[in-house]
């Protein structure tokens, strides 16, 4: 279809184009939705993954360009604590803010445990404060 027949249907000065065949939809192929953390946690795990104890990893960076190892921790389905004390201000919130955007995707949680400290639980951690 040409530019101003296009333009010409959109404004109602002609005929619609009908389609000759309706539009097959399979929904049997269509797939269960699954949250994201699950989705990583099947692409990162395997079956031995599941027999080992879970860990808390600690993460003290030095730089913003340290955050695809806090990524790879917690993609991974570690829970990871963050402490950012050592850097800058302008650096930490940079690094916080990634934090905040990689369990937002992954569905966890980010908690504020002390100044400048942070812990990154994936959603299958449960995290309780008393």
Not at 85 to 100: H, N, Q
């Amino acid at each position: 279809m040409g530019a101003v027949r296009k333009v010409a249907t959109y404004l109602g000065l002609s005929e619609v184009d009908q389609y000759d065949e309706a539009y097959d939809y399979d929904e049997a192929a269509e797939e269960e939705w699954v949250p994201a953390a699950e989705r990583a946690a099947r692409r990162w795990h395997t079956a031995d993954d599941e027999e080992e104890p879970a860990r808390i990893v600690m993460v003290k960076p030095k730089a913003y360009n340290d955050a695809p190892v806090i990524g790879r921790y917690f993609r991974e389905g570690q829970a990871v604590i963050m402490d950012v004390t050592g850097m800058s201000m302008a650096e930490a919130t940079r690094m916080v803010d990634f934090a905040a955007g990689l369990v937002f995707g992954c569905e966890g949680r980010i908690e504020r445990i002390a100044e400048k400290v942070f812990l990154l639980a994936p959603a299958d951690v449960e995290v309780t404060m008393e």
